[in-house]
């Protein structure tokens, strides 16, 4: 087991590697890694996050695409992937597994979701003591869920995936009450997950029954799906370029 105790850590110096994923085959935006955000590819906010942090032994994109080699590795170092993993059907936790496989010197792997550019080192920074202290084998980043609670959602659809005639609320009519009841809900953001390495490849799952969570701001945490969540992130980058406290003002005015 990861000794995981900050003092146990000043002890043992531990091998820490930031991996960032990154196939070409993107549907929904192709091209998605490397497409112009803010003046810069896509994957560099990611690569430049890691590097800055000063937490990494080695910041790795891992992918099979050279086009989004050829930009990593200005940055970076590269890893070759197995087109096997860059298809559709392959998982995150797959691509992990290899990783480790090929490279079992790591100590803790730091999963970075290129998709997600908005994360800063000091956020990385204090998620990594967060996972230092929790002694959890597993830390991930999520976000409190704002103006849209899941709770009222309505499908026109079974679980099953069966079409069916109208709307009816997908989780059932016991959460229509006032919004201030409902309960504390998270979204997963790929913004960062911190693996203890052994633990992961003993439990062979990226959600172990002691996951723990480091909660964003929903701005930071903003994964890129859709064309729309690139238009929001490319409006958040391009305004905070102006005005880098405009967050930290605002919420301090309200307490926050």
Sequence with gaps: MLLMRLGEVESKKLRVCALIPARGGSKRIPRK???????????????????????????????????????????????????????????????????????????????????????????????????????????????????????????????????????????????????????TVYCPSGAFKWIDVKRFVASNTLYPDDLDVYVLDWQRALDIDTVDDLIVAKMIKTFLQEHPDFFTHEQQQFGK
């Excluded at 890694?33 to 942090?53: C, H, R």
């Excluded at 990494?56 to 590269?78: G, L, M, R, W």
């Excluded at 996972?131 to 980043?141: A, E, I, P, R």
Aim: charged share 25%.
């Design 33 to 183: 890694n490397i497409i112009d955000f803010v003046g810069k590819p896509l994957i560099v906010s990611t690569i430049e996050a890691a590097l800055q942090s000063a937490i990494f032994e080695t910041v790795v994109v891992s992918t099979e695409d050279e086009e989004i080699k050829n930009v990593a590795e200005q940055y970076c170092v590269v890893d070759p992937r197995n087109h096997q993993l860059a298809t559709d059907s392959a998982t995150l936790k797959d691509v992990c597994l290899e990783f480790i496989q090929r490279h079992p010197e790591y100590d803790v792997l730091c999963l970075l979701e290129a998709d997600c550019p908005l994360r800063t080192a000091d956020d990385l920074n204090a998620s990594w003591q967060s996972f230092l202290s929790s002694g959890k084998s597993m830390l991930m980043s999520v976000f409190r869920y704002g103006t849209s609670y899941p709770f009222w959602a309505l499908s026109n659809k079974d679980e099953d995936g069966t079409q069916r005639e109208g709307y009816q609320f997908f989780f059932s009519r016991k959460y229509l009450t006032k919004s201030q009841h409902l309960p």
